[in-house]
């Protein structure tokens, strides 16, 4: 029989037993089958293969986006091995992702996920999974209504991400722990908790734990909630479609590699060309290719799109600013949501949010700062699981740290930089290109960046880190 291991609630899930049959992908495609057996299907960067296992354990080696994996629901206990990031499909049990700084990502089932030295992302989605980081500083996401989770080896460096249970503070935390024999068991709410293997409550720190923020100290100072669109009109309204050194006609970022024309909505040769729409309390700016009749008004621009900015209505030193969006996952395309100096220098500039819309799950977060006489830039990735439809993007600004939050859960944080201490207006926009890369359709369909509200909020009396 194959080894297993219990869950949090005493379940023995068990690994894939032993091959019995081994395949390779090297001078196969487009489709490699395995057998009745316990096989080992192993891809190959070069070649594209979709892989078959049969009604045994079955292993599969993915070494490229090129290997697919398919297993029906009646085939065994299935693995995926790799050194990718990668999210499991249907139908299997077990994944280990043995590469530094990527993601392990569960589904609906209860999974055995499994890291490898370095640094990785483990997510066990729903079910009642076994999370085993392995060597290096990890990190752990524990989101609510996703089952009772069991981590094997939470280590001095590891970190969890704990969301939707109301824990602003790791008092807070420590009151709902229980020691369990030799084990720590975290009440969650409800019938879900969570279960640190071999720890003891005095092993677990406040550091390891990123929680959900505390808005008891926060004053709103900022609001739309997008049931019209406030456009400046030169002397009063909420956002310009324009950056304040733009042209008449528009602007981009060329700098950036960008290759879309923010329409600007006050100029009369591309009034024709709307970005912006509302329905039922969303704003949706889109990115689309560019009509031929407006390119010449447009610098011959093959892609047009908009931005929206605060500069003449809204600025602001610390506070929270955050955005609730549906971010398109499409190649090519850049959205974004960020802070620029209210005099005009550049930089300072804080980045709450940007994303590689054919990378979806992960969030680049960055801070860009003069501070040492050159451009220096303190930015991470993170990455995140469930990015489909709405979520919301923050960034606490405060005089000594920047944190950042994704749907009300820290998951970064840096120093703030000593250029970084004066007033900042807010920018929202979908690029086209740059970092993002070409669409790979020309954008045939267009993108669209749906954005439910953005808000802001000023440091109270009473704020305490």
Same mark, same amino acid.
């Given at each position: ?291 031929? &009749? ?83 830039? &303190? ?87």
């Amino acid at each position: 029989m194959a080894a297993s291991i219990l869950n949090a609630n005493g379940v023995p899930l068990f690994y894939s037993g032993s091959p019995q049959r081994w395949f390779s992908a090297t001078n196969s495609g487009p489709s490699l089958y395995g057998t009745t057996l316990n096989d080992a299907l192993y891809g190959d960067a070069a070649v594209s293969v979709t892989m078959y296992g049969g009604k045994g354990d079955d292993t599969y080696y993915l070494y490229s986006s090129k290997n697919k994996a398919v297993e029906f629901g009646d085939g065994g206990v299935d693995t995926i091995s790799t050194w990718m990031s990668y999210e499991l499909p249907r139908n299997f049990e077990n994944l280990t992702v043995t590469g530094d700084k990527r993601y392990a990502f569960g589904n609906d089932q209860d999974n055995i996920i499994t890291g490898g030295s370095g640094r990785q992302t483990l997510d066990g989605g729903y079910g009642d999974d076994v999370l085993i980081g392995g060597a290096g500083g990890d990190v752990f996401v524990v989101s609510k209504g996703k089952g009772s989770d069991l981590i094997v080896d939470f280590q001095a460096a590891d970190v969890i991400r704990i969301g939707g249970y109301g824990f602003t503070s790791f008092d807070a935390v420590k009151a709902k722990m229980v020691q369990s024999g030799a084990d720590v068991r975290l009440n969650l709410s409800g019938d879900e908790f969570l279960v640190f293997a071999n720890k003891t409550i005095a092993e677990l720190s406040a550091g390891q734990f990123k929680l959900e923020i505390d808005r008891s100290a926060l004053r709103p100072s900022f609001a739309d909630e997008f049931d019209r669109l406030d456009l400046w009109n030169g002397t009063s309204g909420t956002w310009d479609s324009n950056f304040w050194w733009g042209a008449p006609n528009g602007s981009t970022l060329s700098s950036n590699n960008e290759r879309q024309w923010y329409i600007d909505t006050d100029y009369g040769p591309t009034k024709s060309v709307t970005p912006f729409s509302i329905d039922d309390g969303v704003l949706t700016i889109t990115a689309a290719r560019a009509p031929g &009749a407006i390119r010449p008004y447009i610098n011959n621009y093959e892609y047009t799109s908009g931005l929206l900015t605060t500069y003449e209505s809204f600025t602001q030193t610390y506070g929270y600013f955050e955005i609730r969006a549906d971010m398109p996952e499409r190649q090519g395309v850049w959205p974004a949501f960020w802070l620029l100096p209210a005099d005009g220098s550049w930089p300072p500039e804080l980045d709450v949010i940007e994303m590689r819309g054919q990378n979806p799950n992960e969030l680049i977060l960055t801070a860009h700062s003069n501070a040492s006489g050159s451009h220096t830039t &303190a930015a991470t990735s993170v990455h995140v699981s469930d990015t489909e439809g709405f979520h919301s993007y923050g960034l606490l600004w405060t005089p000594d740290e920047l944190i950042w939050f994704y749907d009300d859960v820290e998951v970064a944080r840096a120093p703030t930089p000593d250029d970084m201490h004066e007033p900042m207006y807010m920018i929202a926009n979908l690029a086209v290109g740059g970092l993002a890369g070409t669409p790979t359709d020309g954008l045939a369909t267009p993108a669209e960046m749906k954005i439910d509200y953005i808000r802001a909020y000023a440091l109270g009396d009473d704020f305490i880190l």
